[in-house]
Structures are given as structure tokens and as C-alpha cells.
């Protein structure tokens, strides 16, 4: 069975920075779309990014468009989620999530079991 498994989470001021990492296992990865989410206490699942097989497209929500970045490498089946300039509203549960659709929007088929990201303000 496909495994993701997320990594990077933390504790970080206000401004500051993170890289998140979900490697994957079981699964033909170069051909996934990846995706991040997050999740906050009492609210909602929001997706973050996305980012095709070939890394040649990528789409951002646009509370984070300019601050977050998606990349892959398939060389070592793990998707990336740089994130600088964080904001007190970044806090959440960060979840990586896999499908083999173009455009899986959020019913994605492989999902980690989370990484917690809280930015102190």
C-alpha cells in the first residue's frame, strides 16, 4: 500500500521560515499530482498547492501565493513545501496528500498523517 509520511513540522516566529517534506513509499510517485493541505483547530481543510508529475505546473492558494513554495523530486519520492514570511494564521496541521489524476482538486486518493506548524506570533 502507498505511504506518505510528512516531516518538518515545528514551532517558529512569526516571519519565519519552514521547509515540510512528505516521502512517499508504495507508490509510482514520479506519476502523482501532489498536493499540500492544511488544518486548523475548528475550521476546515484548505488546500495549499499543488503540483503536477513533471513539476511543470504548480497552483497556490492565494492566502499563500508569494510565500509558500511546492517542489518535487522523484528522484527521492518526496514532495516539498517551502514557507517563508510565516503569519500566526499559518498555524495548522500540514497533510500531503497524492493522486494520479491531472486535477484530483480535493478528493485526493494517498494522504499523510499530518505535520503541526504553529508560528508564534
Known amino acids: 500500500q502507498g505511504q506518505l509520511v510528512e516531516s518538518g513540522g515545528g514551532l517558529v516566529q512569526a516571519g519565519g521560515s519552514l521547509r515540510l517534506s512528505c516521502a512517499a513509499s508504495g507508490l509510482t510517485f514520479y506519476l502523482l499530482t501532489m498536493g499540500w493541505f492544511r488544518q486548523a483547530p475548528g475550521k476546515e481543510r484548505e488546500f495549499i498547492a499543488a503540483?503536477?508529475?513533471?513539476?511543470?505546473?504548480?497552483n497556490y492558494a492565494n492566502s499563500v501565493k508569494g510565500r509558500f513554495t511546492i517542489s518535487r523530486d522523484n528522484a527521492k519520492n518526496t514532495v516539498y513545501l517551502q514557507m517563508n514570511r510565516l503569519k500566526a494564521e499559518d498555524t495548522a496541521a500540514y497533510y500531503c496528500a497524492a493522486d494520479p489524476r491531472v486535477s484530483p482538486m480535493g478528493r485526493y486518493e494517498y494522504w499523510g498523517q499530518g505535520t503541526q506548524v504553529t508560528v508564534s506570533s
Open positions: 503540483i503536477s508529475w513533471s513539476a511543470g505546473n504548480t
